[in-house]
């Protein structure tokens, strides 16, 4: 039995080793690694590049494909027919559609590249006094209330704020959550695959001069290359001019392209057009938030009143600057506060100013809170961060009742809604990252403090192995290294059930 | 950005919210908080907080200046940033020296501290509440983690 239990340990220490070396989103130890930007523990599902500086989708794959598809068809154009067309009719030709194409690409690029108005998520003391007040205003029981709402009046307009599980605030009017990216977007748009990235409020306006410069560009080839074939055709006969073999592709491959793109890119770009006119965001068009079939009274109030203004406001405003801070670099731990007394209601929280939040589904989330809630009462005597958990809306079920039916072995007889912070679970849920169980994997992937930053009480030492428990072994708080391999046991029988 | 006394340590945090009565405009709700009843003068809060609202509003403002500026960036391709500064840029650079006399002038010696709501995603002001401890305890900055360590 000891030899198995120094075994694990001497496991934990080995796998806590890799954890450290093989898991990039973890905050880092101050005193040996060099300082981390920012965008290096962000806890969206983005992608950056060139240290921070470009921030993209997760998907890239149609981005690359827009960007063939504009750079092949752009070249045949230049190399094949413009030195046709700058003979026969002019060389200003190829010059404006230079300058379209290099347009073009300079606001893809832009849209594509830059941040969308992402929010960055709340810190834990925000998110703690917004659950505060959520409680307060419920009459403080210990069950989570249904999805939260706030109503705000905007102009003589009621609107409806939605709490966002996620990012733990309260979204500002027109924000939206993207699921693909995991991040609030303000004024959001919609996630433009072509593109590789949400457009929302910094980046509408890139977009908008992307498509409308791509339906100008579209038409001019689509225009130049009939030209083209046209005054072959008088030259040589129509059908040589086709079939002429170094030159077939290059009338072909643009023609077609042309043709789909036009239709659909003409189209959006009309769209938007009337979504800037009556400043709506796509999202807000789709739901019909301000449309008068909604009832009488229903009116944009957002609107400037004309249509000049709103076009001017959204293509010609002035550019919020980006609130993530990418190339920030992580600074230390900022001063936390301390649990509050009274904590008889259990939420969700994130445990620093690093956190990282889970970019897993809300059930996933609210299965670690779960655990985090049945592990709580193995805790004592703690006292750090505070302590919040909660179960995901999209689950509906409330949490006594989801870890009620979660709870396994040593942890039934436990009571819940206990407000003592689990900074121990979370250096267990840390060190979960490290197993090789997929389940596990995804479930505890950080959100917490590192094994090193988060305090040791005594007793309650990091997780054991994440391999080779089959015990599940009473609740012994003198023993800490069975109390390890018990904490191990129980959060993977409950990690299990609650996936079920 | 810390207060420099050795003695005080983190007691409270006060969040003043947005004020989206007005739209999407950035606005901070000035009602005061309860919890600086006690700390400062209602009037001096609700300057600062006035303040700051107009300062946002300026960085916001749709008029002739920030269409000019918008006019002018899209026709150089936005590259005319590479060199200069963005209208909003420069007012948030204002803020950020409003707020740090406040915090000297007037906030500091309340033990109070006013965090830049950039640094919080212009989401709250987040306003900290020191408590003089008197004795020598350690920078607020560890006091959570290595109390916690020391049980």
Redesign the interface.
């Known amino acids: 039995m000891h030899l198995g239990v120094s075994e694990s340990m001497r496991e934990c220490e080995y796998s806590q080793i890799s954890t450290r070396s093989s898991t990039p989103m973890e905050t880092p130890y101050k005193k040996r690694t060099p300082k981390k930007r920012k965008w290096e523990i962000f806890p969206g599902r983005n992608k950056f590049y060139c240290d921070g500086r470009i921030m993209m989708a997760k998907q890239t794959g149609v981005f690359y494909l827009t960007l063939i598809l504009i750079l092949v068809t752009c070249g045949l154009f230049f190399s094949f027919d413009c030195p046709f067309l700058a003979q026969q009719l002019t060389p200003v030709i190829p010059v404006i559609g230079g300058v379209l194409f290099l347009f073009v690409l300079g606001t893809l690029l832009r849209t594509s590249f830059s941040d969308p108005g992402v929010l960055p998520r709340a810190s834990p003391d925000e998110a703690a006094d917004l659950e505060r007040q959520i409680d307060v205003a419920n009459g403080g029981t210990g069950y989570r209330p249904p999805p939260r709402t706030k109503e705000v009046v905007i102009n003589g307009q009621t609107v409806k704020l939605k709490y966002c599980f996620t990012c733990k605030i309260f979204r500002p009017p027109r924000a939206s959550h993207c699921s693909l990216c995991d991040n609030c977007v303000e004024r959001f748009d919609h996630h433009c695959p072509w593109v590789g990235n949400c457009v929302g409020r910094r980046n509408y306006r890139f977009f908008y001069m992307f498509i409308l410069s791509l339906s100008f560009l579209t038409i001019f080839i689509f225009a130049f290359v009939i030209t083209h074939i046209i005054l072959s055709s008088h030259q040589n006969g129509f059908l040589s001019a086709l079939k002429n073999s170094p030159a077939r592709y290059p009338f072909t491959v643009p023609l077609v392209v042309c043709f789909f793109s036009v239709w659909s890119i003409v189209g959006l770009s009309g769209f938007h057009t009337y979504l800037i006119s009556s400043n709506q965001t796509t999202n807000e068009d789709i739901k019909g938030s301000w449309s008068s079939k909604r009832g009488k009274d229903n009116y944009n109030p957002y609107s400037y009143g004309n249509i000049f203004t709103n076009c001017c406001a959204a293509l010609c405003g002035p550019l919020p600057p980006s609130l993530i801070d990418r190339r920030g670099f992580v600074e230390a731990d900022v001063p936390q506060l301390a649990p509050p007394t009274n904590g008889i209601t259990i939420y969700g929280s994130t445990q620093s100013q690093q956190s990282h939040t889970c970019d897993q589904d809300q059930c996933i989330q609210s299965t670690k809170f779960v655990l985090q809630a049945a592990a709580t009462p193995l805790l004592q005597h703690q006292s750090s961060e505070p302590v919040i958990l909660t179960t995901s809306p999209e689950n509906g079920g409330t949490l006594p009742g989801r870890a009620s039916l979660a709870l396994t072995g040593p942890c039934t007889s436990l009571p819940l809604g206990q407000p003592t912070p689990p900074t121990s679970t979370s250096s267990l849920s840390c060190h979960e990252a490290a197993d090789n169980n997929p389940l596990q994997e995804s479930l505890f992937q950080h959100h917490f403090l590192t094994p090193e930053e988060v305090p040791s009480p005594p007793g309650m030492l990091h997780c054991g192995s994440p391999m080779g428990h089959s015990h599940t072994t009473q609740a012994g708080f003198y023993d800490p290294a069975s109390q390890d391999s018990l904490h191990e046991d129980s959060v993977r029988g409950l990690v299990k059930l609650s996936s079920v | 950005l810390?207060p420099c006394h050795v003695n005080a340590?983190?007691a409270?945090?006060?969040?003043i919210q947005?004020d989206?009565?007005?739209?999407?405009t950035c606005k901070f709700q000035t009602k005061f908080p309860s919890e600086l009843e006690s700390r400062i003068e209602r009037t001096l809060f609700e300057d600062t907080v006035k303040t700051l609202n107009n300062y946002y509003a300026e960085?916001?403002?749709?008029g002739g200046q920030?269409?000019l500026?918008?006019?002018l960036?899209?026709a150089t391709?936005?590259l005319i940033f590479l060199c200069m500064e963005?209208?909003?840029?420069k007012v948030?650079k204002k803020i950020a020296k409003y707020i740090q006399e406040q915090n000297e002038k007037i906030y500091a010696p309340r033990g109070l501290l006013i965090t830049d709501p950039?640094e919080?995603?212009?989401?709250?002001i987040?306003i900290?509440i020191y408590e003089d401890r008197g004795s020598s305890g350690s920078s607020?900055?560890?006091?959570?983690?290595?109390?916690?360590?020391a049980?």
């Open positions: 810390r340590s983190l409270n945090k006060v969040f947005r989206y009565s007005e739209g999407t960085a916001e403002k749709i920030s269409y500026e918008g006019c960036a899209c391709a936005y963005t209208r909003y840029e948030l950039i919080r995603g212009m989401r709250v987040e900290s607020s900055g560890s006091s959570s983690v290595s109390g916690s360590t049980r």
